[in-house]
Structure formats: C-alpha cells, structure tokens
C-alpha cells in the first residue's frame, strides 16, 4: 500500500492531501474564490500569487491532520496538467522541491486523471471499463476509462465548458461568481419549461450531428438575447428563477441525452460523473432517471470530491506509483493536454 502526498494548484484551490489507496488521511483546500469573487472570474496571475502564499502552510496542515511524517511518505505527486500555467508551477515546484528534499519519487498527474479517481476514492469496489463524464468549469469532456493510464477521449466541448456556461449566464444575470450553486438553487423555484432554448449541437461535415461532442456558447448567447428582450418588454423585474431552471434542463437535458447514447454505443453499463457541476440537482435528476430507463448504473462522487481537490490526484499517483510509473524530473507543466 503505498501513501502519497499530492497537490493541486491547476485553477483557484490550493490543495494537498495525504492518501492511499483506502484512505484518505487528510484534504487540506484552501479556495480562493472569495479573491476571484470581486472580479466576477479567476485572474491568472492572483492565482498563483495566492498559491505561492499557501502551499507550505497546506502541506504542513495536511501533514498534522494526518498525524504523519515524511517517513510515512512514499510519494509526492503534484497536477502538471491542464491548467492555468502559472497556478500549475507553483504546485508542480513545490512538489518537486519535496520530493528532491525528503527523497522521494515524483509523479507529474493529469487534473483530468485525477477527476476519475474520485470515484474510486468514493466507490472502492469500482473498476474499469467505465465511461466518465467530467464537467467543470474548464472541462467537458466524456472519457472512456478503460484501465490506470489507458484512456479514450469519446466527447468534448467545442466551447465553452458547461460550468463556464453556468458562471457566464450567472453573470448576465448578475448574481455573482461562481455561478452553478446560484443557478442550480433559484432553479429550485423556477419554471423549466417556461423558455426554451436550444441544446448546443456540432454539425459533422458528412451532415447531422456530432453524437457526444458539445457546444455551450450557443445557449448563453440565446439567453443574453431573451434577457435583452425581456427587459425590453418589462424593464421592472425579470423572470430570474425561471430563467435560471429553463437554463439549467437545458444544459442537463444535453448533458444526460450525449452521456447515455455515448454509453450504450460503447456498450458501458457503468458511468461515473466528476467536476464541480456534477453538484447540480437538474443533472443528478436526469441522469439518474434516463440511466435507470436504459439500466445502466451512475455514481456521483460526494461533493468535496467532484470539485477540485489533491485526494484524487493522491489517489491517481497510488494506483500509477503501484505500477511503478514515476515522472522524470524533466516533466514540465501544460496548461493543454489531452488525457
Ligand atoms: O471542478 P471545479 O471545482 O473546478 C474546475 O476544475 O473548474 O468546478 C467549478 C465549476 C464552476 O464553474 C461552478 O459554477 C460549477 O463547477 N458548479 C456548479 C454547481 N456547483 C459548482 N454548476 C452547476 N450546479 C452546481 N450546483
Ligand atoms: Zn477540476
């Protein structure tokens, strides 16, 4: 059994946990959304100057927590990539840093590998093959898991990401960042079929459409056009929480419709759902009805688990450190790479 210590820096949480394959010892985050906040999204640069701020502090947290040492260490892993680059140096650094100071081996993570081993964190009688649907605020993608380290990028957005279409709308509607738990709460009380609005679809050049790849853009800007007009008709007050639940059926509806067809044309009777929109409510309710139709099976990993955190990229690192994968001290960050 092998215990990691690993870190996460690839966006706006500084994070460092201390795992093994069974256990999670302890999963310091420290979220900067509240220094974000005022500029309505993540600004690169406050993001890494935060992180450089807070990694030692975390590391030493996480350390206590855990009531271990460094000799209890077999491993320092670190997200390499993808990310905001300069966020992703500090965390890769500092785990290299470690790793050289206290000798031990490094292993470089992929923030999307460390998505899909949420689940196992949560689920441990999981095992692949499974189809993963990651969606968060800079990804959307569906992932064939299909063993460690063998992957197979089935759907993608063209655009933006879904969590990004959820703080893009939120911001239109002025109701501050981040924008998913706001939406997903006043579409609680709102009406889902009082607008409707189009599911983004990509157009395949032989004609048709694009089976489990997704596009976002389109739907925010139809939104921004009906607040447009309905301020027109009414400048008093807007429909917000019908706005906020016709919104979010679309992007659950999109979400739920690729996820399936992309299951059962792949033959997956398991899926399992990451990132920080995997917290709504509209998607979890789809999702879970249409895969109870087609009998298939879904996991929604708890909360503090789907959005970003260092427990799953320690528990990605165990499995890889297991197998003896171990990074070069030369690997570097990407803030692009596909898993
Ligand atoms: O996974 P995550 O913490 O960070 C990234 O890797 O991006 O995801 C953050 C995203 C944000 O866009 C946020 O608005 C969205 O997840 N989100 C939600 C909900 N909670 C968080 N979106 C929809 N409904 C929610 N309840
Ligand atoms: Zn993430």
Redesign the pocket.
């Given at each position: 059994m092998k215990t990691i210590l690993a870190i996460e820096t690839?966006?706006?949480?500084t994070a460092v946990a201390i795992v093994n394959e069974q256990k999670i010892y302890s999963s310091i985050v420290a979220s900067q959304i509240d220094l974000h906040k005022r500029y309505g999204g993540v600004v690169p640069e406050e993001a890494s100057r935060q992180h450089l701020l807070t990694i030692n502090p975390c590391v030493e947290e996480a350390l206590q927590v855990a009531k271990l040492t460094w000799n209890d260490i077999d491993g320092i892993a670190a997200t390499v990539a993808p990310?905001l680059i300069g966020a992703l140096m500090v965390g890769e650094t500092a785990g290299k840093t470690l790793a050289m100071i206290h000798q031990k081996p490094f292993l470089g993570i992929h923030?999307l590998e460390g998505?899909i081993y949420a689940t196992y964190l949560s689920q441990p009688d999981w095992k692949p093959p499974f189809l993963c649907l990651l969606?968060?605020?800079?990804?959307t993608s569906l992932i064939h898991v299909k063993d460690c380290g063998i992957y197979e990028q089935l759907g993608n957005t063209h655009d933006d990401?879904?969590?990004?279409?959820?703080?893009k709308v939120?911001r239109l509607l002025n109701l501050g960042?981040?924008?998913?738990?706001v939406?997903?709460?006043l579409a609680t009380r709102g009406n889902p079929k009082r607008f409707s609005l189009p599911e983004g679809k990509i157009s395949l050049p032989q004609g048709g459409y694009h089976p489990y790849d997704f596009s976002f853009s389109g739907l925010k800007t139809a939104v921004l056009r009906l607040v447009e007009k309905l301020k027109q008709e009414n400048s008093e007050s807007l429909p917000i929480a019908d706005l906020a639940a016709s919104f979010?059926e679309t992007?659950a509806r999109s979400l739920t419709k690729k996820t399936i067809t992309c299951a059962l044309d792949h033959n997956l009777t398991h899926i399992a759902v990451?990132?920080?929109?995997?917290?709504?409510?509209?998607?979890r309710d789809h999702l879970q009805e249409a895969a109870k139709k087609h009998n298939l099976t879904v996991h929604f990993p708890p909360?503090k688990l789907?959005?970003?955190n260092a427990a799953m990229i320690g528990c990605a690192a165990c499995d890889h450190l297991k197998r003896g994968h171990i990074s070069s001290w030369n690997l570097g960050v990407q803030s692009r790479l596909p898993i």
């Open positions: 690839s966006c706006d949480e990310g923030h998505h969606v968060s605020g800079g990804h990401a879904a969590g990004e279409a959820f703080d939120a960042y981040p924008g998913g738990p939406i997903d709460k979010q992007v990451g990132g920080g929109v995997a917290a709504n409510s509209g998607l909360l789907c959005t970003d």
